[in-house]
Nanobody, 119 residues
Framework: QLQASGGGLVQAGGSPSLSCAAS????????MNWYRQAPGEQRELVGS???????NYADSVKGRFTISRDYAKNTVYLRMNSAKPEDTAVYFC???????????????WGRGTQVTVSS
């Protein structure tokens, strides 16, 4: 399972951080990703990090957000610098996890965590 933590209420310009840890019977964690969903909007990809450390970001957060990963802890982090009110959303972590050797990775979603950026 994926357990996310962090978020809450911050002022614009602040730097909230999120973390998400994968736990359970894990052979390997492939990509780890952050999505977000604002009220009335579709869920969108914020950024991702592969098993080799390659990162990818949505244009709206590029240069402000940073994804990192602790491979030993199967944990992904999201550092949100220069937060804006439009970053307000429920943030979800998503990972592709191999739980059985020689089988493909399964997709797992964590529970969302609310980030509210006040102006």
């Amino acid at each position: 399972q994926l357990q996310a933590s962090g978020g809450g209420l911050v002022q614009a310009g602040g730097s909230p951080s999120l973390s998400c840890a994968a736990s359970g019977s894990i052979v390997r964690v492939d990509s780890m990703n952050w999505y977000r969903q604002a009220p009335g909007e579709q869920r969108e990809l914020v950024g991702s990090i592969t098993s080799t450390g390659r990162t990818n970001y949505a244009d709206s957060v590029k240069g402000r957000f940073t994804i990192s990963r602790d491979y030993a802890k199967n944990t992904v982090y999201l550092r949100m610098n220069s937060a804006k009110p439009e970053d307000t959303a429920v943030y979800f972590c998503y990972a592709e996890v191999v739980v059985t050797p020689a089988f493909p990775a399964y997709p797992y979603w964590g529970r969302g965590t609310q980030v509210t950026v006040s102006s």
